[in-house]
């Protein structure tokens, strides 16, 4: 399966399967994608953003206007911001279509240029941009710069001041 999402012209989602199975009843429509699921969001100036992969996935739509469409993807899911170069990985993820988020309850570690971080629960806009990790544990930051370090300009030096 390969899907391109535009809006205005513009490419805003692009989704990849190998296989999609798809079920329908009279009050849910459920897509299956035991294959696996790559999913990827772009910016409103058509840059790669964010990319989502899973070993499986699941679309839920509910017939009766009750729910919300809800995307799930499960089994070593992966999801990279490219332009923050941060990372999450997970067992379990949703995405909330009509509330353009994405969260879980489950385990989660964070990468970024910053450090590591690592706990359970994680709540963030659809693009991965602004991710909150809830009940954070053992989490470390990496310094961009040393405190302690002392930098000689041998260029402005006058040396020591003179005693009268």
């Known amino acids: 399966m390969f899907t391109v999402q535009t809006k205005n012209g513009k490419i ?6 190998p296989l999609m199975e798809t079920y329908d009843n009279d009050t849910t429509k459920v897509d299956l994608f035991p294959g696996g699921l790559s999913v990827y969001s772009y910016t409103e100036d058509g840059l790669l953003e964010s990319v989502v992969f899973s070993d499986n996935a699941k679309h839920e739509v509910d017939k009766t ?11 070593n899911v992966l999801i990279n911001n490219v332009i923050k170069h941060e990372a999450m990985e997970t067992d379990t993820i ?10 879980t309850d489950c385990y989660v570690k964070m990468y970024s240029p910053d450090g590591f971080m690592q706990g359970y629960g994680m709540r963030s806009d659809d693009h991965a941009r602004n991710s909150i990790l809830h009940k954070p544990f053992n989490s470390y930051a990496v310094s961009k710069q040393d405190s302690t370090l002392v930098v000689i300009d041998s260029v402005n030096f006058i040396g ?4 009268n």
């Open 12 to 17: 805003e989602m692009r989704f990849e399967a």
């Open 65 to 75: 206007g009750k729910r919300s469409d809800v995307w799930s993807a499960f089994g």
């Open 94 to 103: 949703y995405w909330d279509e009509t509330k353009k988020e994405i969260y």
């Open 160 to 163: 020591a001041f003179p005693k």
